[in-house]
């Protein structure tokens, strides 16, 4: 088919589904530009909290590696260099797998760009929900690992019973998903939801 055929084709068939549609041109055209704006916002959120995850990542890596060189050439009696170096890096894997799923999160409203709005937001509303339970099963496991570390590298003054240090970490792991499931439901949900209202009068006829 040549390009000129190509481009006449699809305009029919463009012309063919606004036929189809329910609403008027300045009905869709409403709809079109809510769902775009959902997802530009959306966007926008995720670049804001991937950039500020970057920096206070590096950050703690940093840090961290400067503790590791610090307790390597001043050891301390309170805690060995072998647990030491064991702590830290557990923090560094949590600093990393969160600054990839910030990335990933970021991702999510840009890689589909179909020509079909409907498409569009079919794919991107089902990966974000699939995103958000994986974000969820993560740290339900990492969660626990940092806390324990955390308490255990910063905490060494205070001799901790272990199922104290276990209750804490466990309590923590609680309040964090809770206030991020909040958050999430406030900041995200509300516009997904808005994006599936829109969806649902896409698919209108």
Avoid at 168 to 175: E, F, K, M, N, R
Wanted: glycine share 2%; net charge neutral.
């Amino acid at each position: 088919m040549e390009l000129d055929d190509f481009k006449a084709h699809w305009n029919t068939i463009q012309q063919q589904e606004l036929k189809q549609q329910k609403h008027t041109p300045e009905t869709l055209n409403n709809i079109i530009m809510n769902a775009t704006n959902t997802l530009g916002q959306l966007h926008e959120k995720n670049v804001y909290w991937n950039n500020f995850s970057k920096v206070i990542c590096k950050i703690l890596i940093v840090f961290l590696l400067i503790i590791l060189v610090e307790h390597y050439f001043f050891p301390h009696k309170e805690i060995t260099f072998g647990e030491t170096t064991i702590y830290v890096a557990i923090m560094i894997i949590y600093a990393v797998i969160t600054m990839w799923v910030y990335k990933r999160q970021q991702n999510i409203f840009t890689i589909y760009h179909s020509e079909n709005l409907k498409e569009t937001l079919t794919k991107t509303i089902a990966e974000f929900k699939r995103f958000y339970v994986l974000m969820n099963v993560i740290y339900l496991f990492l969660y626990p690992l940092y806390f324990y570390a955390f308490i255990k590298l910063f905490i060494t003054y205070w001799a901790i019973p272990t199922n104290i240090v276990l209750i804490v970490c466990g309590a923590l792991t609680i309040a964090s998903l809770i206030g991020g499931h909040i958050y999430y439901k406030i900041k995200y949900f509300r516009k997904i939801e808005s994006l599936e209202a829109d969806l649902a009068e896409l698919n209108e006829e």
